[in-house]
């Protein structure tokens, strides 16, 4: 907390967190507004004397509308929902196992190995989409879901076990100890013991996980390409930009309804989400 | 018959030899403390009985079978750990439960066992809370109690009551003494506190630099150690120390150094002839040095000078100088004395040991 004089607490503390807040909320603000504008006051030159950019005084569904009854919106919904949950189970057992494993067994080079993996983690989307574009050929998976669910766990897999070791590291190893001393094997001692006191962290990785796959863009622009197999991501920006003709209203509409999941699963988690991102565990 | 018997028991880390031919016989039902000063190798040894430590050489056997190989959950042992390890996803009831449920211990038998423990610990009323929930005493019960429920062969304590304040480790230590004798089961305990060893212990294991030092029962380390180390480890304020040279003057040995003149008793002089004319190192334990009286003679008493005076209630500690070394006095609280104050220090030359200066071995 700010002490002193009022002034401190204004400048210092209340002044930059409203200007952080603002800052924060405004382009979901500005998505909200367009999505209800209509069309006659989205296009209106902004020198027109009834020009509101921040507000509208004539709310109106059809940019809504138009979405859902002219474009594959809920198909792309359905299609990012079931690449995200799938890519990110996988990621999640994975990152499991390997967290574990990197954390609390000894074997040899576990330390370069884990080095291995977040550097894994580094090497940029834009320059790995050429050579996956290749693999996914020879796979045949082209314009299916599965060229998604299969590669996104490559940038998924090196995060949540980078994230996840850590909390192992974290809890107690006498827990275990006690566990198989308990009469518990190690896997039994892992599945009773450390995995429930790692959910926190495991849900963390896993909204994360979830989060960038939802985001995920370059993927899914280069791997799929009908329409129907689309994501929101993708779709939306593919659809609903023609030409040089931007739909904004349904644009922001899409945007907006597309970012409800990830609201969601973040507001419902939230508190497992802080206490992972802290890494508390108390014994 | 659940005793423990180890034999030339090494462990080696990356290079570092941390314990080294340890060889101990724990009798059945006894309760024995190692002790020493941390990296002494006690937890090492403790976690090779309990299998959380692989041995590099050595053999330990629990009962009458080998244990070497064993995994920790088939040696029937429990331990206490010293952070509690409790689960903190579990309940209390859950937490002794788990254990019998790994076995494949049917509920009602579960539930009367745990019942029992939460009796004997007093820990009835918090079994549905969480440990989190818990102070640290309730926590360290419930430790406690997830060890007593599996009636193991030998229980393992690894300084479990570092974590407690001192007015609650005294009372834990109580309970923990209580415990081992109504249950009787065989106990191995580590600690660095030279106070719980000597109050828990049937006996005591000193150990340094991952050898042991001496194994005794309490007040036979305190009154027979074995060598300087144990001498000054155990008994609190410590053993007081000084160089000394012995003379034989007129057929009597004398201990000398500059401060200090002792013509010492027929009894200690025969074992110490043979050091006549070199130098060996004094011990006087603090309690064993008085403020003289008219009675004492000047041949067992020397001169100090108060440095520093702590009332402690019971007693008063005067740490004094004589010649050049500090020396502690643990004095009646009647004694009238102040900083500067030149005292006349009387000793009982029964009670005075000598330890060879190289070997450290007592004399």
Known sequence: MIEGARWRRWVFFNLPLVLFVVGLLFPFYWMMVTTVRPDAELYRPWMAPNYTPFWTLNPTLDHIRYLLDETLFSRWMLNTFFISVLATVISLFCGLLAGYALSRLKFPFAGSLGTGI????????TLLFIPLADIIRNFRLGDTPWALVLTYPTFLIPFCTWLLMGYFKAIPRELEECARIDGATRWQAMVYIVFPVAVPGILSAGIFAFTLSWNEFIYALVFLSSPEQKTVAVGITSELVRGDVFYWGSLMAGALLGSVPVALIYSFFVEYYVAGITGSVKG | MSRVIIRNLNKRFDGVHAVKDVNLEIHDKEFVVLVGPSGCGKTTTLRMVAGLETITSGEILIGDRIVNELPPMDRDIAMVFQNYALYPHMSVYDNMAFGLKMRGFDRTEIASRVKAAAEILGIEEQLQRKPRQLSGGQRQRVALGRAIVRHPQVFLFDEPLSNLDAKLRIQMRVEIKKIHDRLGTTAIYVTHDQVEAMTLGDRVVVMKDGLVQQV??????????????????????????????????????????????LKLPAAIADRLRQHVGGKVTLGIRPEDLRVASGSDTADLSFDAVVEVIEKLGSQILLDVRVGPNMMVAAVEPTVKAKVHDRLRLALNPDRLYFFDRVSQAAI
Do not use: C, K
């Not at chain 1, 977040?118 to 989307?125: A, E, R």
């Not at chain 2, 201990?255 to 200090?260: L, N, S, V």
């Open chain 2, 216 to 261: 005794g029962e309490p007040l036979e380390l305190y009154n027979e150690p074995a060598n300087r180390f144990v001498a000054g480890f155990i008994g609190s304020p410590a053993m007081n120390f000084a160089t000394v040279e012995m003379a034989d003057t007129d057929g009597a040995l004398w201990a000398r150094h500059e401060g200090i003149r």
């Open chain 1, 118 to 125: 977040f550097i894994t983690y580094l090497v940029p989307q």
